[in-house]
């Protein structure tokens, strides 16, 4: 078993990398070769935060394994992954998943863009400053080229310095916003990756015409990014896990308002593999909500290991479990 | 976060130190301190076995964590345990778990027994003759002492060595027979602890009144060891999670044999909480079936740690993984 810790696998995959990873994992579930059953959380009855465990089983990759991720009040959320080789059974990695997890959301938010969003745009407007919203930048501009980009966050130094840093990092035109709104309105591509509340941050009555929405902020059942009308206007709605996206704050309020049922929502698998249709034309408003997946997550710890293997990178603790006849 | 080898864990702990440790869990269960959702099992479709994991938080002893298992054809099966501190979210230990597991069951089986079996008994029954017998009866014995044990399994040479060996270890009359049903018939105390078929081992009309029936053998969905008859003629079925139980081939065949009702099993938290009554008289015929529960592992991981922290055993790897703010 190789032990990587987060300084080893942090930056070890380009980010073409990290969406062609999770592309050949949604094309192994779109095959019927992905097993990803629902995943475990526990909210801890003595206020000491929640642990969460999703396994998955890669039949076509020949691999296995599960992330664990749990989150401690005044600490911080800590991630990892365990990756196993399903032919020999042996672990062959655990590793910190920190880095992987903000990566592999990105990266799908790439392939839902890419599925979904139309070929051309000219204006993205994106919430959020953060690293998270760093990394979807990043993913998104890997599969579409808008003109200029528009970033709204609440602190203007915030806003601005972002701007400027990502401008010069993506060689996009950057212009930092002055609300949500702004940033919204009139946008081809919208992104929201923002530090989620528990109060709707993007409202659908702001949406132009054949705008692609992605929302990846808000994951738990309290935490909310985009009110109903956002759903109720979205003529197609991806999403990477039915299940847990309407478990999620977001998913269970377009239910409940009546603006989705929950078959309107199409898994990317889906759109991959021809099983449901997505875009229809230009002026259709599509949206993907992202909660993430231990697929994604194993898609891009397989490839992290790989590399780190051929880098010599990590601590070798041998055999470990070892077997019982 | 320490790391522990199976040559390092094994043994660790005292056979009475597991019985206590899992008397605790199930005190703090009783307490409504411990978390124990249903675990997640992956059958790989690809023919490469199975994937199950089981986390859980015991919220009075100020831990959570998981174990992780899995079955590798042709190779044998792997057990993981990761351990947390509650309050810091600090991974302390992941250690190698097959010890633990048999050790586990085994303790749980005796704290089972000295919930439902008659305080007095003369004769004991025991089918088995591998590791998990061994544990099982040593385990037993520390709850209740049989004037004599007779030993079944199918090869002779085993029976008689495991007869031979076990009288040396525990002081007590063994006596390998040829039948299971000369080893269950007349006896105080019943114990399955074989490798499991698909085919029960243990029939109900060889019940004496009064008998105590402990199965911990057949825990998975195609598995046998009781035939349905066992459960019919238990007066109080105690088992240690009545939803996986009921998921394993004998809790299954119970059900639709109609020898019982999901509603009559009782799980050992509520016998030891007083909640629901065990033996009434020393006629009743009692059953404890066990299938493993994540809070019986916890319990003997974190005595496990406490005791290798101690001694300065393990590869003591730093924090890891790290906190994300």
Chains 1, 2 share one sequence.
């Not at 979807?136 to 808008?146: D, I, K, Q």
């Not at 806003?159 to 990092?169: D, I, P, T």
């Not at 990014?225 to 003529?235: M, T």
Request: charged share 25%; with cysteine.
């Amino acid at each position: 078993m190789l032990l990587l810790k987060h300084e080893e696998v942090a930056d070890l995959l380009t980010l073409d990398e990290t969406i062609a990873a999770v592309r050949a994992g949604l094309a192994e579930q779109a095959a019927g070769q992905a097993q990803v059953p629902p995943r475990i959380t526990i909210d801890s009855t003595s206020g000491h935060g929640w642990l969460r465990v999703m396994p998955t089983i890669l039949n076509g990759s020949g691999v296995m394994g599960y992330k664990a991720m749990h989150a401690t009040p005044g600490v911080g959320v800590r991630y990892l992954v365990a990756l196993y080789d399903l032919a020999s059974g042996e672990l062959l990695a655990q590793m910190d998943a920190d880095w992987l997890t903000s990566r592999r959301t990105a990266a799908t938010a790439a392939v839902g863009t890419d599925l979904l969003a139309r070929q051309k745009v000219e204006e993205a407007g994106l919430l959020g400053s953060g690293e998270q919203a760093r990394a979807l930048l990043a993913a998104l501009s890997r599969v579409r080229t808008p003109r200029r980009v528009k970033v709204f966050s609440p602190t203007p130094t915030n806003r601005e310095r972002f701007a400027a840093a990502m401008s010069e990092q993506l060689g996009i035109e950057m212009v930092p916003v002055d609300s949500a709104e702004a940033a919204v309105r009139d946008s081809d591509l919208v992104a929201s990756g923002v530090r989620a509340g528990t109060a709707p941050v993007l409202f659908g009555e702001w949406l132009a015409p054949g705008a692609h929405v992605t929302a990846i902020s808000a994951v738990r059942p309290e935490a909310r990014e985009l009110d109903a009308e956002v759903w109720r206007r979205a003529d197609v709605v991806g999403v990477d896990d039915r299940e847990h996206v309407l478990e999620s704050g977001d998913g269970a309020a377009a239910v409940a308002s009546g603006a989705k049922k929950a078959e309107d929502l199409v898994e990317l698998w889906e759109l991959i593999g021809g099983r449901r249709p997505g875009r229809q034309n230009a002026q259709q408003i599509t949206l993907f909500k992202s909660v993430g997946t231990a697929l994604q997550d194993l898609c891009l710890a397989t490839a992290i290991y790989q590399k780190a293997r051929e880098r010599g990178l990590g601590l070798d603790v041998g055999s470990w479990p070892h077997a019982r006849k």
